[in-house]
């Protein structure tokens, strides 16, 4: 009778033992199924993304406030411009202004650094320098900034347009004169496209300068685009 007893429940235990187990390989079965149905969606909706996310081009602009659109909007500087021609003409590329008012060839490399790491652009717009001639600092050490910003870029593969600085006559031409041809000699060094000199036609015209004499006005901003429209075209027709 005692043993009959302690079959019985012998037995009785195993079941549920059994029943347990079966319970558990079901609900796993159900995880993994919920798994994969969830990983399944996740690769469709990838897969069914917007092609332009995808397949869109970057510009990065590293610039002053001559490119940060300096006491106008955003809406009218010449990058933003420059955003509305791109659309209205079908390039797929986005534009990504990293442009900082004050900022020199030394503030430059660290922005540098931190745009191509966070971008990965395949067009970069180096506009920087005039900050440096204005301080007075070295050429030499602009130049060497300059390089270093250049090879940078490079060395992340994008292809850099380089665009020239002017600075006031008031410095002197010993000094004005070799600091705007070292955009020259470092876009013939690396054989790079150079827009000459960003405010051709801009500045010295006071209805398109502001007070300063430095920065262009909104009405300035439509040329300054004009004078680097026709080097980034020729970048754009070969990428």
Known sequence: MHYSYLKSNTLKQNM????IAARLLHLSLLVLTLVCF???????????????????????????????AYKLSAQQGWVHLLREK???NNYPYQVIN????????AAGIQIMKQSLASHNPDIVMLELGGNDGLQGKPVSYITKNLDRLIT??????????LIGIQIPPNLGRRYTQPFFQQYQTLADKYKLPLVPFLLDKVAGYPTLMQEDGIHPRAEGQP??????????AKVLSKS
Do not use: C
């Open 152 to 161: 940078m870029a490079t060395s992340s593969g994008a292809q850099v347009v």
């Open 98 to 105: 990293a442009s900082v008012s004050g900022a020199t060839t």
């Open 86 to 88: 791109l659309k209205d």
């Open 16 to 19: 549920h033992r059994q029943n």
């Open 38 to 68: 969830t990983f399944s969606i996740s690769v469709y909706s990838q897969q069914q993304a917007p092609l332009d996310a995808q397949t869109q081009k970057k510009i990065l602009v590293v610039g002053d406030s001559l490119s940060a």
């Open 223 to 232: 040329i300054v685009l004009e004078n680097v429209w026709p080097v980034l």
